[in-house]
T-cell receptor
Framework: KQEVTQIPAALSVPEGENLVLNCSFT??????LQWFRQDPGKGLTSLLL?????REQTSGRLNASLDKSSGRSTLYIAASQPGDSATYLC????????????FGPGTRLSVLP | NAGVTQTPKFRILKIGQSMTLQCTQD?????MYWYRQDPGMGLKLIYY???????DKGEVPNGYNVSRSTTEDFPLRLELAAPSQTSVYFC?????????????FGEGSWLTVV
């Protein structure tokens, strides 16, 4: 059974720092991996989607990498801003084309001014 | 664009009561999903639908029912509410099942069963 973990559970950094969020999954047979942002009291917003054949995706200050063989993905945020404060979740889509994304519990990020 | 709209935003139910969470999307997406999110846990899939008239169980379907009579609407029915159903519920939709496309989420429905 696919399981997704995220470390750390919470992180506080001063504004301007570069930071890395980690996501690990137990079964490397995935179709894709997606990073989401969740603001308090809100739904999830997709940030980046990486297909299993890709190594990384970039969008603005965000860069997500995927190492399928080791079951790991990282989300790199450059020059963090207070507006980046949110919970970040990763989710994997199983390689059997199942409909169920398996979500990690999330990392709660606080960027301090 | 409205995207995915869920109602109600908050609801308190007594044990044994029933209710329906409403979900509507205006993006003409064929796939729709219901997830629940418990504190400190990831989202878990309750039910999903690949199109009007077609629904299937997810990981945690017990105590819930769904229907999909139109492309736009995917209501979630809670029968005989139990404290274990206290959670945040998210409806989501995507085109082609999200294999290469992103999933759009509603803003959530906070449900407390007392």
């Amino acid at each position: 059974k696919q399981e997704v973990t995220q470390i750390p559970a919470a992180l506080s950094v001063p504004e301007g720092e570069n930071l890395v969020l980690n996501c690990s999954f137990t079964d490397s047979a995935i179709y894709n991996l997606q990073w989401f942002r969740q603001d308090p009291g809100k739904g999830l917003t997709s940030l980046l989607l990486i297909q299993s054949s890709q190594r990384e995706q970039t969008s603005g200050r965000l860069n997500a990498s995927l190492d399928k063989s080791s079951g790991r993905s990282t989300l790199y945020i450059a020059a963090s801003q207070p507006g980046d404060s949110a919970t970040y979740l990763c989710a994997v889509r199983p390689g059997d084309y199942g409909q169920n994304f398996v979500f990690g519990p999330g990392t709660r990020l606080s960027v301090l001014p | 664009n409205a995207g995915v709209t869920q109602t109600p935003k908050f609801r308190i139910l007594k044990i044994g009561q029933s209710m329906t969470l409403q979900c509507t999307q205006d993006m003409n997406h064929n796939y729709m999903y219901w997830y629940r999110q418990d504190p400190g846990m990831g989202l878990k899939l309750i039910y999903y639908s690949v199109g009007a008239g077609i629904t299937d169980k997810g990981e945690v379907p017990n105590g819930y029912n769904v229907s999909r009579s139109t492309t736009e609407d995917f209501p979630l029915r809670l029968e005989l509410a139990a404290p274990s159903q206290t959670s945040v519920y998210f409806c989501a939709s995507s085109y082609t099942g999200g294999r290469g496309n992103t999933i759009y989420f509603g803003e959530g429905s906070w449900l407390t069963v007392v």
